[in-house]
């Protein structure tokens, strides 16, 4: 049967071509890697659309945790004092990340069903002037909400106030198009929508906030200035470079504009979106969100509550059928999550509601409706 899909947030199945780059060694310090690295970032930057210079991209070894820690811990003056939107698990992240570096913030917790909107963040640093900046993340994977950053960004933009986005799973095939949103910097990681492989993460900010932040970050090896800094003047990593995760990222830029760009990618991402819901409703599968906040990258659904059902055994189940899915991580109700992206299109989506359907039957389970409970609290919480 060969390898199965993973059908998550990233690590994600990557193309055949992808993989082979990986076959070759590189070093660190020669040229030739210096002009792949000089070549990606230029890359990057074009999917950001920066065609007038203002920005620029620092690649940050480790995983996306790393780079988002490193994005924080380097644009967040010691005498900042910050916003953090938070509907879902990475949210959370982003505040316990502050609480380690010591960053004074104040948080807007929507829960796990709704986004932040515009009005309410308005309020806020309206009533809160010592407000420095805000940190949104882009589409919060532990939920599947995709979060209205165009509307963020307006009136964070409005307001005087600086935003920093973390598009961790979204960049790449969702818009953030400089030219488009107002925001100082973003961050995002190899091994999602690009399809790359895990290794590292990427910054693209601003080139005033990357002067700027000099001096700001808690840490030597995530001190996004420093990097930036080093690969001006040299264009070497300051540490070790994961090169083989930097080849295949480089094969997997050339397939993301073979296939047509982001806009390419975003209509096969919701395609497969689309069949795969209409598919596991139909076998009585509820989704967390309703249709309007349903992101093409993963989605939440509740665990039936049919007394049969057991989500280790389903899980096993589906794996052994070729897909792996992902655990739910909500803090209210039980659910599980199945991945949009990666090198999969609307014709694998089939297969997988087809082999959910199968484990359903194996665990005699004659329906995937949820527990009544969980449909209420949805119903309450998103009121």
Not at 149 to 174: H, P, T, Y
Request: aromatic share 8%; with cysteine.
């Amino acid at each position: 049967m060969g390898e199965p899909y993973l059908l998550t947030p990233g690590p994600l199945t990557t193309a055949f071509e992808v993989k082979e780059a990986m076959l070759k060694d590189w070093g660190s310090w020669d040229g030739d890697f210096r002009a792949m690295t000089a070549a990606l970032c230029q890359k990057l930057l074009a999917i950001a659309g920066d065609d007038g210079g203002e920005f620029d991209c620092v690649p940050m070894q480790g995983s996306g945790t790393f780079a988002v820690e490193a994005m924080l811990g380097s644009f967040l003056g010691h005498d900042s004092r910050t916003l953090v939107l938070v509907n879902g698990a990475y949210g959370k992240r982003i505040v316990e990340t502050l609480h380690y570096l010591g960053r004074d913030h104040v948080v807007i917790d929507k829960g796990d069903y709704m986004p932040p909107r515009g009005d309410e963040v308005a309020a806020a640093l309206s009533a809160d002037p010592a407000i420095t900046h805000v940190v949104l993340v882009h589409c919060e994977t532990s939920s599947g909400i995709l979060n209205p950053v165009k509307e963020i960004s307006e009136v964070v933009a409005a307001a005087g106030r600086k935003l920093l986005i973390d598009s961790m799973s979204a960049f790449g095939a969702l818009p953030l198009d400089v030219r488009d949103l107002r925001y100082e910097a973003m961050v995002s990681s190899a091994n999602k929508c690009i399809e790359g492989v895990p290794g590292f993460g990427f910054i693209i900010a601003r080139i005033a906030e990357l002067e700027a932040a000099k001096g700001n970050s808690h840490s030597l090896s995530l001190d996004v200035h420093a990097q930036w800094a080093n690969f001006k003047k040299t264009g070497q990593w300051r540490f070790t470079p994961p090169t083989h995760a930097v080849a295949a990222f480089m094969k997997a830029l050339e397939l993301h504009a073979e296939e047509g760009g982001a806009p390419a990618r975003l209509a096969r991402y919701e395609r497969n979106r689309d069949v795969m819901v209409a598919g596991m409703r139909d076998l009585g599968f509820e989704t967390l969100l309703k249709d309007r906040w349903l992101s093409p990258i993963i989605v939440t659904f509740f665990t039936p509550a049919h007394p049969n059902f057991s989500f280790p055994r389903f899980y096993d189940l589906m794996k052994a059928r070729g897909f792996i899915i992902y655990p739910g991580k909500l803090t209210v109700v039980d659910s599980f999550r199945v991945g949009c992206i990666g090198r999969l299109d609307e014709h694998v989506m089939r297969q997988v509601v087809n082999a959910a359907r199968e484990s359903l039957e194996e665990m005699n389970v004659d329906s995937a409706c949820p527990p009544e409970e969980a449909l209420k609290e949805r119903a309450r919480l998103a009121a």
